[in-house]
């Protein structure tokens, strides 16, 4: 059986497929990769539709990176996902604290979940940072507690955490009060491989690892 091998030319071929299902939406190049990646990290069309960012969030995200802010994510699978090497390039570093047993001491003290107790121990680390939460709405509630309350203001948040119970609710009371740039996910749909996406596309944006670049070319994009 004959199928395509080169992972270059496989990429290359899902976002040549991708691409038709961005190209109407008034985006702008980066705004593409962003759109792209999520549909390439979740196999379904319907991201085109549900992806919301605040105005230039794209933009102030790939700016925070290139000067080297930090990523600080809810749950290890988001970290596991972020292209370590193209984040490196940056200067930059990508923390979780979901394990460590002070914040289980923290939760359990306070009655609240992991999720939370991370990102108040964060605290003051968020500001100027970029937040990628992408399993607990619990996190993403407390980081905008932060931003309202506390005076915390990341660079950039990525809020798309995934579920049934809480998600949409949390996605959309981003939307209605964040007062920093924020990229998320209408509805239920979300997850960490989606937040993980989104970054690595924030990434992929002019940085050189063995002289190539981390960036998507779309040749349907020159064709069409």
Known sequence: MEYIKNPKAIEDKSME???????DLNLTDDEVRV???????????????LVRTSP???????????????V???????????NKPALALRGSEVHCLIKDEKVAELAKELGVTRSIAAMRT???QLDGQIV?????????????????EEGVKPALIIGIPVGFVGAAESKDYLMEVSPVPYITVKG?????????????ALLYTGVKRDGMLFVQDNESKKND
């Not at 497929?17 to 190209?23: C, Q, T």
């Not at 759109?35 to 069309?45: K, L």
């Open 17 to 23: 497929i991708i691409y038709p299902y961005v190209k």
């Open 122 to 124: 964060f605290g003051k």
């Open 188 to 200: 239920n749909k979300g997850g960490s491989p989606i937040a993980a996406s989104v970054v690595n």
């Open 132 to 148: 990628a939460i992408g399993n607990a709405p619990t996190a993403l509630y407390e980081v905008l507690r932060l931003a309202l």
């Open 72 to 82: 600080y994510c809810d749950v290890e699978m988001v970290r596991t996902g972020i």
């Open 56 to 70: 230039d969030a794209v933009k102030k995200g790939i700016e925070a990176l290139q000067n080297g802010a930090h």
């Open 35 to 49: 759109y792209s990646r999520t549909i390439h990290a979740s196999g379904d069309v319907e991201y085109a539709q």
